[in-house]
């Protein structure tokens, strides 16, 4: 069986505690995503995200198969480390999976912000015109999911409903997910 460099320095990341970089858009092939691998399955990957200035920005979970480059030990990384740490950030675990599971990290992620009252945001596709469903998770199934929608002004904008299985990005309590909660909290109290 060939090696497969990719994912063990995902593997690292999470057993090292070192910073990766992950691109996983084709169709903007300079983005990535940074920060430590918080969990790895046989399909996807939950990461602690880090802002481009070192700040704590939630938690992403992506699909293994939409990796097509991961850096590590670099300048960028070494960068977003120190201001990390200098800047005392910190993430909590959040998926109880870590590593060689069959765990569906897309289900474990949205339970855990239902937990933790996260705001999400969920892509269940990737063409130019796709949208994000953003909301609060209202309930999960083994097969579905329920997101009170929330508007960019930070009203409930009725509710999603659609299976696991679409998902092809998470995000949870990012900047914008973390605005978008305190908008909401402030017109339904």
């Known amino acids: 069986m060939e090696n497969n460099f990719i994912l063990e320095t995902l593997k690292k990341s999470l057993n090292e505690n070192v ?67 200098y800047r005392n950030q910190s993430h909590t675990d959040f998926l109880k999976s870590k590593s060689n599971s069959d765990s569906n990290l897309f289900k474990e992620g949205l339970l855990s912000a239902k937990g933790l009252n996260m ?21 999960v199934t083994e097969t579905e999911v329920i997101i009170s929608n929330i508007s960019d002004s930070g009203e409930i904008d009725g509710e999603s409903v659609f299976y696991i299985e679409d998902i092809v990005k998470l995000c949870c309590d990012t900047e914008n997910e973390s605005v978008l909660g305190i908008l909401n909290q402030r017109s339904n109290p």
């Open 19 to 85: 910073i990766v970089s992950i691109f996983t858009n084709r169709n903007a092939p300079e983005k990535c995503i940074c920060g430590f691998i918080d969990a790895i399955s046989v399909e996807q990957f939950s990461i602690k995200h880090i802002s481009v200035d070192g700040f704590y920005d939630g938690y992403k979970v992506r699909r293994i198969e939409d990796i097509f480059r991961v850096d590590i030990s670099g300048k960028y990384e070494d960068r977003l480390k120190y201001l990390y740490t």
């Open 119 to 139: 705001v999400v945001t969920v892509c269940i596709n990737e063409t130019e015109e796709q949208n994000y469903i953003v909301g609060w998770v209202k309930n």
